[in-house]
């Protein structure tokens, strides 16, 4: 089965530029998360969706940071204006519905977003 | 809140010797625990996983317990080969949070042949 897909793989930006992510996760699979995985850290968890609706987006930067699934398959991450700290790669997972993924996540290939 | 704790890289051994990589974590339920493996220039994988106390998670000659009565999962293999060279990640998930993961910080590993 095909994997979680991300695009793109890279982007660079200037400081106070938008950029927009984007993940179609694995076909099934109704929950999908958002990390943002700054170097030399683990990931942490920006926003976590149940088909179309949020589930928790208690960690997400709302004043620049949004993220949408309008249809409880693609979703997307943006970012408006992007600051310094933003630079980190962006990682895309999902997982099956209830108990049948209990945690086991697929994670995509991520973003790796630089800010200049 | 929940957190997790590992020990910190770069970890360098030289092939066929023993790997332990301490992870201890800190939860207000009772988490499922994972391994994840970054591979250089590729994705987050998951290595191996334990659901409940006492359960041994094993993969590729990896294994990890789960130790409930100190709050352990130290990831441990017998004989590292050049190939097992890595970031690895330990988390946990719990149910009512959602599953969400929370990670430790990584441990580089690197091994010389």
């Known amino acids: 089965e095909a994997g979680v897909a991300q695009s793109p793989r890279y982007k660079i930006i200037e400081k106070r530029q938008s950029v927009a992510f984007w993940c179609n996760p694995i076909s099934g699979h109704a929950t999908l998360y958002w990390y943002q995985q700054i170097l030399g850290q683990g990931p942490k968890l920006l926003i976590q969706f149940q088909n179309n609706g949020v589930v928790d987006d208690s960690q997400l930067p709302k004043d620049r940071f949004s993220a949408e699934r309008l249809k409880g398959v693609d979703s997307t991450l943006k970012i408006q204006p992007a600051k310094l700290e933003d630079s980190a790669v962006y990682l895309c997972?999902?997982?099956?519905?209830?108990?049948?993924?209990?945690?086991?996540?697929?994670f995509g290939p991520g973003t790796r977003l630089t800010v200049l | 809140g929940n957190s997790v704790t590992q020990m910190e890289g770069p970890v360098t051994l030289s092939e066929e010797a023993f790997l332990t990589i301490n992870c201890t974590y800190t939860a207000t339920g009772y988490p499922s625990l994972f391994w994840y493996v970054q591979y250089p220039g590729e994705g987050l994988q998951l290595l191996l996983k334990a659901t409940k106390a006492d359960d041994k998670g094993s993969n590729k000659g990896f294994e990890a317990t789960y130790r409930k009565e100190t709050t352990s999962f130290h990831l441990e293999k017998g004989s590292v080969q050049v190939s097992d060279s890595a970031v690895y990640f330990c988390a946990l998930s719990e149910l009512r949070a959602g599953n969400m993961l929370t990670f430790g910080g990584g441990t580089r590993l690197m091994v010389k042949p």
């Open positions: 997972a999902s997982r099956l519905p209830g108990l049948a993924g209990l945690g086991e996540q697929f």
